[in-house]
């Protein structure tokens, strides 16, 4: 495995809200950065309106851009996420997405409450760091 995700003990266990505390990468690891992807369809318009259905397509995206270079969820080390008007519930639904990729501990992530995104019905979008050894 080209990452190390460790949650140190003294800190809350943060796998059953979908993240880690701490990632390591080992040197000469190769770094694949993946912009934000949301809700979209292949013409690039919101497939929804539905915030869980906007998380799961975001993260097919995910899947997709990931693929393009040989790589899945697994390989994930830090997420990114965007929520408009965060609640339990969306936190909730973020989680089971993250849960859905696989990884036996999942990723560092950030979330991110806005205001609003690029568009306006953008409720969500993800962006991720993966690597490759």
């Not at 997709?64 to 936190?91: E, F, I, N």
Request: no cysteine; charged share 15%; proline share 8%.
């Amino acid at each position: 495995m080209p990452h190390t995700i460790v949650n140190p003990d003294g800190l809350h266990d943060p796998g059953p809200f979908g993240y880690s505390h701490t990632a390591k990468v080992p040197s000469g690891t190769e770094l694949v950065f993946v912009s934000g992807q949301y809700g979209s369809g292949p013409d690039g318009m919101v497939v929804s309106k539905d915030f869980n259905e906007q998380v799961r397509q975001a993260f097919s995206n995910l899947r997709t851009a990931l693929a393009a270079h040989g790589l899945d969820l697994t390989d994930v080390v830090q997420l990114r996420t965007y929520v408009v008007d965060p609640d339990v519930d969306k936190l909730g639904a973020i989680g089971q997405a993250v849960a859905s990729g696989g990884a036996e501990k999942p990723p560092t992530q950030t979330v991110i409450g806005v205001a609003g995104l690029a568009m306006p019905d953008i409720l969500f979008e993800v962006e991720a760091v993966a690597t490759r050894s």
